[in-house]
């Protein structure tokens, strides 16, 4: 009887050990992919040679996306600003078609975003009260002007998410009609991207292809509050396996 009570005690107390196993494996896997380690960084690009829309990093993901715009500046009306839902460009007009016109869609026969002072550049600014949701991938093709090229997002709260300088390829004028020199620039930050701005050196400045959506939170992903109380289920379980020993 002695041992039969003694093996039952031990057969519970293993049973313990594995439960809390179990949890503290159940919570190390939630907990991993918000490990600020694992973040990679914001910014990315440039994506050469950027000739299409199959070619962006968003394109396999269209179906993911609460809301997507692709503003093609061919499909704009030239001499007037820029029109997209939710967004706004700081300077530059619809310029095109023309044989010193760099566009993605039609190269020479199509239309591009251009500003004459591509020094001061272009911030794109988007508007939560009319997307519903400030944009969580942003991305724009730089088509033309003088390297190098500067690409910097602003985050939700007016933070710098980064720049990227980029040296590569051209003077102005020398990408007219090439795609090969064509680029697309983009960042990713779940929390909401507020603007985009690129600039270069000098000359002028011309770009097409601005591209941003919304992805929204994972269902299912436990809420902050949530960790905690799975901590202290944990610390409660640990708290009973030290009196059952006792």
């Known amino acids: 009887m002695f041992r039969s009570l003694r093996t039952d005690s031990k057969l519970s107390a293993h049973r313990n050990k594995i439960s809390v196993l179990v949890t503290v494996l159940a919570i190390g896997l939630m907990l991993a992919p918000f490990s600020p380690s694992a973040q990679a960084d914001p910014l990315f690009g440039p994506i050469m040679d950027y000739d299409s ?17 692709l503003i093609k500046m ?45 020094t001061t550049g272009i911030t794109f600014t988007f508007d939560k009260a009319v997307l519903g949701n400030l944009p969580t991938d942003v991305g724009i093709a730089w088509t033309d002007g003088y390297v190098p090229i500067h690409f910097s997002a602003i985050d939700a709260n007016g933070n710098s998410l980064g720049q990227i300088d980029d040296s590569t390829c051209c003077d102005f004028s020398s990408g007219d009609g090439n795609p090969a020199n064509y680029r697309l620039f983009y960042v990713i930050d779940a929390a909401g991207i507020s603007s985009i701005h690129i600039s270069n050196t000098g000359g002028g400045i011309e770009v097409d292809h601005l591209q941003y959506g919304f992805i929204g939170p994972v269902s299912g992903v436990p809420e902050p509050a949530t960790f905690l109380l799975l901590g202290s289920a944990l610390c409660a379980v640990g708290y009973r396996l030290r009196r059952r020993r006792s």
């Not at 199959?54 to 715009?69: A, C, M, Q, R, V």
């Not at 061919?74 to 700081?90: E, F």
């Open 74 to 118: 061919s499909d704009l009306t030239s001499g007037l600003p820029m029109t997209a839902p939710g967004a706004t460009a700081s300077a530059g007009f619809v310029d095109g078609p023309g044989g010193l016109i760099d566009s993605v869609d039609g190269e020479n026969a199509g239309h591009s975003l251009f500003s004459g002072d591509g």
């Open 53 to 69: 829309f199959t070619k962006s990093p968003f394109f396999p993901i269209l179906g993911t996306f609460d809301y997507f715009h």
